[in-house]
């Protein structure tokens, strides 16, 4: 049996890793800034493919890299891409609700104005 404050100690960790893992899932959208681990993201170019017959994986393809990446899971490492992708997914977004609210004030503007006496 073990005692109780190293089972505490075994499920505060757990915790923080399954907290981790949550905190890198939602890290993956956009152009990431920080990994969740507090590490800096550098950008990282590949030096060998993945597979012969896959061309995203030939050797120049770019990634947003944690500078402590190791094999745990816990840091960031998302093709460059993507990033970019989803970065431009949601300036657009941001854009077309201020075109809309553009419109908007300038129909608001243009109308005449209607009072009651």
């Given at each position: ?5 190293e089972?505490?100690?075994q ?6 890793s ?6 890198l899932?939602?890290a993956?959208?956009?152009?990431p ?11 990282d170019?590949?030096r ?5 017959t ?26 460059w891409?993507?990033g ?9 977004k ?8 553009i ?5 608001k503007?243009?109308?005449p ?5």
């Amino acid at each position: 049996m073990t005692h109780p404050d190293e089972e505490y100690m075994q499920m505060k960790a757990s915790k923080n890793s399954i907290d981790m893992l949550g905190f890198l899932a939602d890290a993956h959208c956009g152009i990431p800034t920080r990994c969740p681990c507090r590490g800096r993201i550098i950008n990282d170019v590949s030096r060998d493919p993945k597979y012969p017959t896959d061309f995203d994986t030939l050797p120049g393809r770019k990634y947003f890299t944690c500078k402590k990446l190791e094999n745990d899971g816990f840091h960031f490492r998302q093709p460059w891409v993507f990033g970019v992708q989803e970065e431009v997914e949601m300036l657009r977004k941001r854009v077309d609700a201020m075109a809309a609210e553009i419109a908007e004030m300038k129909y608001k503007l243009t109308r005449p104005n209607h009072t009651t006496a």
